[in-house]
């Protein structure tokens, strides 16, 4: 008997009206176009306006998702929405997607990671297509960081943006063309968690508390574990760097995506790079920047894609799938 594999059929994205370039955030705190770009390579990032929330993102993303895979609402079982930023404390933004969506049937959750939430959720959702529990899936990356950020803090509110991707998962026959999700690796350590985190929540401010980050410190660490996971994934697949067709990196820092690559040997026309546009929109950033490759021509039917993320936590982790 062949096995399943859980196959991509769908790509959407949503990011909010609001367009804030380097130059608006000169005159909100000090700061310039050419020290944030030197520094992150981001020269714009989309910022939350009224009525615009993780939940509203998301469900644009998904339903976006869904057209591309030429699906209905009604096809999809499960959802999974990584999230560091819900509407609501509970119930679940997921489940809140699931109503906006029509959705009565099925299962649906969030999850948790901040930044590494997205291909935490993809290996969430794979597990589940894979057991029989579910058919197809949304795996969703939905952020509002604007919210938690303290603007007047230069050294974080430049980094991160809003915004939403989603994917649509199909269970599969392995035989049938070997596509799918080939192999996850993920990673946490919890002994890294004062160097980015938030200062408040529920149970210890009460508050929703605002993102503080050790900078130098998320550097040091990131590509190093970066490389980890990624080498893992390599060596269970007995492939190289030179077979990955594209490298999707989660969308942090220009430096650290250079970095990276480079220290895997991937060479540098195979990165998808969106930073500059969409700043750090932690478990959104990889599947926007998936919809962005796939409906621009470069991510084709056949590709095998790596994808990874680091974030708060730390949490790591990384995916290879043919798309």
């Known amino acids: 008997m062949s096995a399943i594999r859980s196959v991509v059929v769908g790509t959407g994205s949503a990011l909010p009206a609001n367009l804030v370039t380097n130059g608006d955030l000169e005159a909100r705190v000090e700061t310039s176009d050419a020290w944030i770009q030197q520094r992150t390579g981001i020269r714009q990032r989309y910022v939350a306006g009224e009525g615009e929330t993780t939940v509203s993102l998301g469900e644009t993303a998904a339903r976006r998702a869904l057209d591309a895979a030429g699906l209905q609402p009604a096809d999809i079982d499960l959802i999974v929405l990584a999230t560091a930023t819900p509407d609501l404390t509970f119930p679940a933004s997921a489940v809140q997607v699931q109503r906006r969506l029509g959705i009565s049937h ?13 291909v935490y959720a993809l290996t969430t959702a794979d597990l589940y297509l894979k057991s029989g529990m579910a058919k197809r899936a949304l795996v969703i990356g939905a952020e509002t960081f604007s919210r938690i950020l303290d603007w007047s803090d230069r050294t974080t509110c430049v980094l991160f943006g809003d915004g939403a991707g989603a994917v649509v998962l199909e269970a599969r026959n392995e035989a049938d063309d070997g596509r799918g999700i080939l192999v996850s690796s993920l990673r946490a350590d919890g002994s890294h968690g004062d160097k980015l985190y938030v200062d408040g929540g529920p149970s210890s401010t009460g508050t929703v508390g605002h993102l503080r980050m050790e900078g130098r410190e998320v550097f040091k660490h990131a590509v190093g574990m970066i490389t980890d996971v990624v080498e893992d994934s390599f060596a269970r697949l007995a492939i190289t760097a030179e077979d990955v067709d594209w490298f999707v990196p989660h969308q942090a820092n220009r430096r650290i995506i250079d970095a990276s690559a480079k220290k895997l040997g991937i060479a540098a026309e195979k990165v998808v790079v969106t ?10 950033s990889i599947p926007l920047a998936l919809d962005v490759a796939v409906r621009d021509g470069r991510i084709r039917e056949g590709d095998l ?4 993320a680091m974030g708060g936590g730390f949490t790591w982790g990384a995916v290879v799938l043919r798309w």
């Open 106 to 118: 099925g299962f649906a959750f969030d999850l948790q990671a901040v930044c590494s939430g997205f």
């Open 275 to 284: 930073v500059g546009e969409h700043g750090n929109t932690s478990a959104a």
């Open 305 to 308: 894609v790596l994808l990874e």
